[in-house]
Nanobody
Framework: QVQLVESGGGLVQAGGSLRLSCAAS????????MGWYREAPGKQRELVAT???????NYADSVKGRFTISRDNAKKIVYLQMNSPKPEDTAVYYC???????????????WGQGTQVTVSS
């Protein structure tokens, strides 16, 4: 059973900083991409940032230059460093991983349970 567990969410003031973490556990053969998505009230879930196993990153335009995604492959953890957050960054942040649980099986997509981030003005 694969689990993605997020931590680090909470209340932060605009202009401050916050770091989210997501640890993958369970029977995992290989992890390809990992990433963060967010869902604000009344809006669809959207990509925030992704990082592949080689370290290549991709960011939403709205967070470029403010957020940084990184990962520790050995520990199966992905981080999202949020600097200078804005009130419009308020959302539930979800961790995502595209991984293979066993050699010979296809890659599958997994989600964490989400962590609330609230940015006050």
């Amino acid at each position: 059973q694969v689990q993605l567990v997020e931590s680090g969410g909470g209340l932060v003031q605009a202009g401050g900083s916050l770091r989210l973490s997501c640890a993958a556990s369970g029977s995992i053969f290989r992890i390809d991409s990992m990433g963060w998505y967010r869902e604000a009230p009344g809006k669809q879930r959207e990509l925030v940032a992704t990082i592949n196993s080689g370290g290549s990153t991709n960011y939403a335009d709205s967070v470029k230059g403010r957020f940084t995604i990184s990962r520790d492959n050995a520990k199966k953890i992905v981080y999202l460093q949020m600097n200078s957050p804005k009130p419009e960054d308020t959302a539930v942040y979800y961790c995502n991983a595209n991984l293979k649980v066993r050699l010979g099986l296809p890659m599958s997509n997994y989600w964490g349970q989400g962590t609330q981030v609230t940015v006050s003005s």
